[in-house]
């Protein structure tokens, strides 16, 4: 059976790409929990009440009751900022 070398290089770019993309988004989530300086409400674009779904308590930078990993100050679980990223 002959394996056509283009088309394999392409399955190995796609899963070099996927894993790559995985680990990213891991970075990004560890870096907000290493202690680095959280960013002001202000320039998180932070609002204190949000009628979308992607508000502050399905974020996995909340940290209940009224925390967050990214953003300093008190966070309210019905706000939302630039840096929502749903839990998993």
């Not at 308590?57 to 966070?75: K, S, W």
Request: aromatic share 6%.
């Amino acid at each position: 059976m002959a394996v056509d070398l283009h088309q394999d290089r392409s399955r190995r770019q796609i899963l070099r790409l996927s894993v790559g993309g995985a680990l990213g988004g891991v970075a990004l989530t560890a870096c907000s929990t290493l202690g680095l300086p959280q960013v002001s409400k202000a320039d998180a674009n932070y609002v204190d009440r949000y009628r979308g779904p992607e508000q502050c308590e399905q974020c996995l930078h909340f940290v209940a009751p009224r925390g967050c990993t990214v953003v300093a100050g008190d966070i309210s679980p019905h706000g939302h900022s630039k840096f929502y990223l749903p839990k998993a």
